[in-house]
């Protein structure tokens, strides 16, 4: 079934449910991140975690600042949203059917003649399931609703096997002069502080350093980043650190964390 608005799956749950409330949350994340001066280059693409705002939204924030500042500066039109399958089993990649995604600060509008430029090019299924209760996305909407309300989305699940796929339609993307690209992970889950600030340290060196190696004890979202840092060594661009930090820093006790970093390539 087609369904034309995807409601929330997770207010209440990974934000607040109330409008006011969401706002001011993510605005206070935004405004304890400045100050952040953009990159030399422009942006092509961007890396943010997804866990609850209250853990990682401190250290997204820093990601969209810039992500705001470079959407309006190039008029950008579109994001691509790539971002892993927790609860719907997958392979490959995955796009939603909808028209419109939904968070307690209104409706983001899907870009469906894009989606199927690219869904027509790559392989790329329809799977709403996959999509509907998942929260690696959807996490990404408040703040993007408010740094960049103009653009449109082209939201894709990227589960083991799309990786090639993946990198192929990031460099397709990096040929529209309107798009950007937005990679969505966390890194290391349930060690303690310690070690997850050594794990983590690991994997920040490989991705600055473009090595797409990493796997899901890593970065649950190493498919989707293992493309975008293939892509972006094949285009010879640079990957830099924005804030990482885990959730031993922000929301939560220090025995078992979650970590998560901010990046920008351009």
Not at 81 to 98: F, I
């Amino acid at each position: 079934m087609q369904y034309q608005v995807r409601p929330p799956a997770v207010a209440g749950l990974f934000y607040p449910a109330s409008a006011d409330g969401l706002q001011q949350l993510v605005e206070t994340q935004l405004a304890d991140a400045l100050p952040l001066s953009m990159p030399s280059r422009p942006p092509r693409a961007f890396v943010v975690p997804h866990a609850g705002l209250v853990y990682s939204g401190p250290v997204a924030a820093r990601a969209y600042l810039l992500l705001g500042q470079a959407c309006a500066a190039a008029q950008m039109r579109r994001i691509i949203l790539l971002g892993p399958n927790h609860r719907v089993p997958l392979v490959g990649l995955a796009a939603t059917t909808e028209e419109h995604w939904q968070t307690p600060l209104g409706v983001m509008e899907i870009d469906r003649p894009f989606l199927n430029v690219v869904c027509a090019r790559f392989d790329i299924a329809h799977n709403a399931e996959a999509h509907r209760p998942e929260h690696s996305l959807e996490v990404q909407l408040p703040f993007l609703q408010l740094v960049a309300p103009q653009v449109s989305l082209v939201p894709l699940l990227v589960g083991p096997g799309g990786e090639e796929e993946a990198r192929k339609l990031i460099r397709f993307c990096w040929q529209q002069t309107d798009t950007l690209v937005l990679v969505s992970t966390d890194l290391s889950h349930y060690h303690s502080w310690a070690e997850a600030r050594r794990l983590d340290a690991v994997t920040d060196r490989m991705i600055i350093h473009l090595d797409n190696r990493l796997g899901s004890e890593q970065a649950c979202g190493c498919h989707a980043l293992n493309a975008l840092l293939a892509a972006a060594s094949e285009a010879s661009l640079h990957m830099e650190c924005l804030g990482r930090m885990n959730s031993g820093d922000t929301a939560g006790d220090k025995s078992q964390v979650v970590g998560y970093g901010s990046y920008v390539c351009y």
